[in-house]
Every structure is written in structure tokens, then in C-alpha cells.
């Protein structure tokens, strides 16, 4: 490929990846919003009675992001994470809990000495401040990260998290469950917007990707031609035009993936968007590779 | 019948630079001339002048003429003397790979009634009719070449244009083409032929040879 | 005959396209139309002209400071102005309604009117007061004019209340009864029943229609068919307060406090800003501030955050929209190049034949309107079936789609007209 083959091949990955980055912060945003409206939940809940050590030692029968919420006083909860990490958590200030024991999160209303509060006179720290803003619905909530808040007795227990429902009846069949609806959304449907800007955009990444990766072969394709005439075999060029579209393919991630670290440092969004720019980045590629590998075909070498 | 006159053209190099391709230049295709070869050097012009004999260049300084009636040289007024007197082969037969060879052939002829009908005739005098059905990428170059001649005669214009009808072909296919021209022109079918081959020039009535941006007659 | 072929050889191409960009437009009329939709569907359990944004005003007083306002009767007054006030603002809307039980006097219903039936109160149902009287509390709702009409109430039988001659000092208050108190009681009795405490005499005057519903604190659909309605007093200055005190000297200040505690419906124009600055300067005229604006109930909130999500990340949207735009563009340039690609010959071979440039071009306009119909069609009928379906927003997408077909249809013409009349040159293909 000439040089501005090869700045339009990357200017097209590029946009690809801004794309693809912009779209997970939009996801991490909507899902975090989500949560605060829903009082934390993440939309598959149900009431169960339990205890905290027989679901801790289920927990690897729950999809990562499953935990467990037991309500105290008022507005106050504790919560225990029985897999993965709790990610979509609404706060406008510090991180979500790490997992340190002694760690909560406030809203803003809640009355914090320092970095502290006290619970029951027992000491917390208060890393992150609960709501998307300071004036939210969880403005006067307190969540504990502290698993010794849970009785060692059966008590009636929030489970939330991906296909909890499903997964605590396989564990403990027979025990009653309350599913909490997500009534909100189905009663007015609530986001029809985030869906459709998703779902399209999925779309025009891949097909961004997909002319990208036809267009880099078939200009790949006809420099291979000429060189097979002149006794280069069809092989060595293909993996001479791989290395080249998959050198442009790694510029563009390593970009992307940059791009979604610095969104992570300057924003409280658990941004991970991996996977997404490495499909993007081996589907050029692959695409490509098909593209000029079939085009060689037809030379009946 | 057709007639060129003072026409000049330039053209402007890839580089951005213009030459001259025809500088006054003139042209006459008489009533008792039956073929016409065009001859030159690569680059000296042959396939613009055929484009401009078509109607498909207006973009020239001078006059065209038919019988005896300057045309006006507009796209328009150009594409109707076109449909009505001319038929056109191009080297690279231009078929149409999404119909068939009929179907290519009908384009052939404006729209009426008995076009099919037409188009049939055209592939018979060819000697094609027993491709009609085919779709052209199933074609050999000969074959190709023959329909793209039955499209450009299925209208029975005055005079056919042809652009390096048999650059592509082998000799003995090339022999065959040249001698269905030459029943054609018995039939009263007029040939303007561009070629670089002199086997085509030497079957030609008459012979022009484009140099210095003028035409000059050649002996045959 | 040529709109057959070009769709018979290019459907793909003109499929993908269609389905491109008619995505793109569903986006723009869901950004366009979400922000619209919100306001409705927070007002959807009002009447069904309602139109607005929903508030809830409410006392921020604790006990005591409660209790001395309650024994001032200035401050009553205060508190009263300043009711009367908010339900004079244009653009607000003064939705006051209270669901305090009544407790009647021999009351001949079943247990399906108790207040304690079917809600989170106690079912006492009868039982004996301090004179020995057989009594039941029972299911009420009171309201003000506005909140009746709001509701979309209407009346079966008997007749419609007399707003303005409502007067809770006569000691006589015109009720209407949910439809299920029909053979209970008739039109015309009279019933002795204690309203915030005071005991009144009730008048049955109408029966509800069957299903009679309100929004009511949070609650889209609070069905009205076991309760009695009870009107408040069309002013709180205007009312006798001489009558009043005579009944009980302490029920101006209930009732006062009673009707303050309402929704504020407020027009689309007036932000949340314009609704605090107003109410500040009612609270500044009458001498009464000790109120809270509440943002709308729960699942309402949702909604506006949601809403708050596009406007507070409009910048994000837009740039998502843009981005996702320009891509939309960039892959639709692209096929539409293959497509051009596809339609050369046709055309270069339909110009040599003899038709002119513009009748060559005019060859794929059926294609054309073929795909830019369905892709408008498709949207059109899309966008209708979505929950968020918005008129104005339809418009403005589909006009943007209309205008994004004729800038596609001017470009491929042009790429026809180029291609006719520039000279191909042997050699190098580009």
C-alpha cells in the first residue's frame, strides 16, 4: 500500500476506535445512571432468606458483579460481594469499595467527619460518595462493605447481579424467591435511546472494520500481482500484507486502549472496552487476509 | 455523409500540462466509401477522433456535419444522431454481464415493437443465434466480439464505428470478424474502423493515418 | 425494465444502505424525541391533556415548630396565602389531594370500604368511639378543584360539585361516592362523619363513573370506586373563619396544613429554576418559607434522570451521534461507490447505444426511489411502533433523511455524468 492508502486505511480504523471508545463510555454512564435510579440494583433482583456463608460458599455458581445487600437502619446497608467486582456503582466523588474491610460509601446529605463515619459506633471509611450528582436519590444512603454486618442466621437478603435469580434456585432449589421487577423501565420504558445508539453503532464499528479490512486487501491485492509477475510467491506476500494491516490494526488499539485509560483516570466510569477494540483490530485484519487470500486464488498458483 | 471539419482539440496531461491532440483537422466519410481505417501512433489520438465521429466527445473546436446539415454539439443533440445512424464497437465489447445476450443485443435497438425480433436478426446475421440464451461471461472473445457487432448492426445504422475491433483477438478469430465486416459493408453497412493491426488497415477501402494533429491519406 | 435489473444485481448494496440509514435516523429521532417523551410520560397518570412537569410542595417544619405555627393564627393566615397564591400562579397548577380515612357514623358499607382494606393501615373495621357511637373509618380521598379535574373525573349519576360553594363552615359538604357505594348509599342522604377530625354532615350528590382513577403520591393508577371524595374549600382566605372556629377552633390550621402538602403541575416552559424562584417570591409576599420542592416521586425521578443523562451528557450524545454519524457516512460512502461501480457499465453502455447523459442517468432514478421510499418507509413505520414516538421528532429526522436521499441521489447522478463524459485512458487502472 502506498502511504495514503495506509493513512486512509488507519484514519478509518481510527474512527472505528473512537467510536467504539465513545460508545462504552456512554454504556458505563447509562448503566451507572441505571443503578441509581433502580436504588443500586442492577436489574435482576430478588428478595431470598439466607445466610452470608452459605451464599459466600456458593459464590462461584454467580456471574461476576453478583453481591448481596442486607438492609440495617434506615437508610443505611451493608453489602458483600459474592463474585467479580460491583462496577456499575453511582458516585460523584472516590472510588467504589476495593474490598478493604472498614470501607463504605456515603451520599452526599450523609454527615461524613473528615473521611469517616460511624456506624453503630463502629468506624468506616468513606471512600466514594454515592449519585451521578450530589443531589441524587441515594443523597442520604450509606453502604457498608462489611461482610461481619450480616447475621450468621437466615435473614432476608437482597441478591442482585447477571442471572442471579437463576443461579441461587440451581444452588438452593426448593428455597423461596421474591423477584424484584425493574418496574421502572417497564412501566414507561424508559431508555429507548441508549439501545438503538448502541446497537447501531456495534453495527457501523464492525462494518467501519469490515471495508476497511476489504479496502486494505484489495489494494494489497493488486501491488500482489504485479509482484507475482515478477516471481514473488503469493504467500509471502499475503504474510508481507498481514503484517503491514496488522501493524496499523495494534497502532489503533494501542490508541484506543490508551484513549480508555486516560477516560478511566479522569472519570469515576469502570470503563473497559478490551474486548471490543480487540475484535474491531482482528476483524481488519482478518478481512483482509480473506480478501487478498481469495484474490490470489484466481491466479491458479 | 459525415464530415469533420476544422476540428481542434486539446487535452490535458496527466501532469497538468496541454497538447494538441487535432489542430484543424478534417474528415469525410463519403457515400461510396464501404470501410475506413484509422491509423496511428499510440497517444496520437485514433480513439478520441472515433469518440468525436460518435457524438460522444463534443468537447472540440469545428463543425460536424450529416448529410450536409450541421449538427448541433450538444450531448443531446449528438446522442440522437447516434442512436438514429451509428453503431458502436468498442475493444472491450462492453456487454453487459447481467442479461443475456439477447437482452445485450435489444439494447441495442431503440424501443419498438419488434425489437426482439431485430435483435434476432442481428445474432443470425452474425452467425450467433444459437447464443441468444448465454449470458456473455460465458462467452469467448470471438463470441463476445460478435455480439457486441450484432448490438451495434441491430438498429441498421449507416455506419458502424469501430474501436480496435479485434486488438484482442487471435488471428484466425480475427479473420472471421473481418469477414463478416466485409459482408456488412456488402449489405450496405459503412465501417469507420480505428486499428493499429495492418492486416485490419490493408481490408480497408480506404486508409487515414493521424499525424502531426492531421489526417493524411495512406495508400492501401 | 432496468429498475428490475439494477435490483435484481444490487439488492445487497441497496438493502445494506437501507438499513444504515434508517438506524441512523431511528438515533436521531430517539435522541430528538427522548427528551420530549420524558415530561410526557411523568404526567401520563394525569388527565390526559397534562402536559407538564410534576413537583411536590410539602411543610419542612418539625413537630414543635409545626405545633406553634398550627396556634398562631397568623401564621395560618400566612400558610394560607401562600396556598391560595400557588394555586393562583399562571403556568402552576395546584394539585392538592389527601387521603385522610373519615370515620362514619353507622356506617352501612362491608369492609371493602375500611380504610385498612387492601393498604399497609390496620382493617379495625367497626368499632365503638369515646360516646359509644358505632363507627368505621373508611377510605377518602380530598381535593381541591384543580386535582378533580386533573384527574379527569367525571360524574355518572347525580351531579357534578359546585366548586365554588363548597363551604366547610356551613358544617354541610357536598360528597360524590366512588361507584361501588351504589345501594349503599343513595343520592340525597346525608351522612354525619368526622372529616379531619370535625365532624360534618356529608350530602351524597353523585355517583363516580365505574373505574374513576387519579394519580395520587407516586401512583399512576389509585382507583377510586371504594371512597368517598370529599372537595375542599375553593380559597383557604376566602373561607368563614368565624363558622370555622365555631365547629373547631383547630381545624382552619389542619386543613390548611392538609391542602399545602400537594403536587405542583408546572408547564413545560417554566424549568425547575423558574418553579423555585417562583415560589421563593410567593413565600417572600406571604411571609411563609418553610416549604420544600420535592423532585417527583421515585420512579418518576428515573425518568428525569434519565432525561438528565441526555441533557446533562448532551455534549457526550451529540458527539456519540456525530461520530456515529460520520461513520454512518463513511460506510454508505463506501457502498455507494461499489454501487456506482456496478451502474457504470450499464450506463457508459446505454450512453454509447445513443441515449443522452441525462436519459442515461435517469435509468437507475426508479432504483433510487425504490430504496430512498423504503428506507423512509421503514423509519416512518419504525419510529410509530417505538415507545418514545414523537411527531415533531419524526418530522425532523425524516425531513434530515430526506434531505441525506437527495444529497445521495445528487451525488450518484453526478458520478453517472462524470462517468460519461470522462474519457477512459488505457494503461494504469486507478
Known sequence: MTKQQITAITGLLLLAMLLTVLIGVFDARRRVVAAEGNDLRSGQSAWVIATIDELMRARSAFEPGTKVFVGLDGDVRAVAILSGRWTDVPLHDGPALTGRPGEALAGADVAVRGDDIAVDGKPYNVVGRLGVRADSLLSDDVVLGDPSRFSASPQRLLLDGPSSVRHYSAEFPGRSVEIID???????????????????????????????????????????????????????????????????????????????????????????VTTAVVAVGTVVLAVSVTSLWQGTRRWNC | MIVLRDVSKTITEPDGSTRALFDRLDFDLREDDRSVAITGRSGSGKSTLLRILAGLDTDFGGTYEHDGHVLERTARRMAAHRLRHIGIVTQDHSLLGDRSVLDNVRLGVPARADSADRAHDALEAVGISHLAGKRPRRLSGGEAQRVAIARAIAKRPAVVLADEPTGALDETTEDDVLALFDRLQQAGTKFVIVTHSERVAQRCGRRLQLQHEQLIARGT | MELLNDLRSNWTIIVAKIVLLVLLTLCWHNVASFTQSTSQAVAQGLSADADVDLYTVVDDLDPDAFEAIRRDQHAVDDVASFVDRIDDEPGFDFISSYDQPITVQDFRGDDRFDVGYGTEYTLNGKYQDESGRSVQDIKSIQLNETAYEFAGLSVQDGKPIEWNAVDWGSGRIPVLLGNEYRGVYELGERLTRAVILQEQELEVIGFLEPDSAMYFRGEATHYLDDTVIVPYPPTLGGLDRAALDRLDPELFGRLVFQVLNADLAVEHSLDFGDVVARLYAIGDDTGFRSYTLLGVPAYLVQLSLVRQLIQDNLVLVTALLVVLTAGVGVVTAFLHRLLHHRRAPVARVHHLLGRSPDATNRLFRASRLTEYTAALGLFLTSSALLPNDSAMARLGAGTALLLWCVADGALGRRAVRIELTTQRRRGTPR
Not at chain 1, 424508559?190 to 486494505?216: E, K, N, R, T, W
Open chain 1, 182 to 272: 425493574d418496574g421502572t423501565n417497564r412501566r414507561t420504558n424508559v431508555d429507548a435511546v441508549s439501545p438503538v445508539l448502541v446497537a447501531l453503532g456495534a453495527l457501523v464499528i464492525m462494518l467501519i472494520a469490515v471495508v476497511a479490512g476489504l479496502q486494505a486487501g484489495r489494494w494489497e491485492l493488486r501491488t500482489a500481482a504485479v509482484r507475482f509477475t515478477t516471481g514473488i510467491r503469493p504467500l509471502n506476500t499475503l504474510r508481507g500484507a498481514a503484517a503491514r494491516v496488522a501493524v496499523i490494526g495494534t497502532a489503533a488499539c494501542t490508541t484506543a486502549l490508551a484513549g480508555a485509560a486516560v477516560v478511566r483516570q479522569t472519570t469515576i466510569l469502570d470503563l473497559d
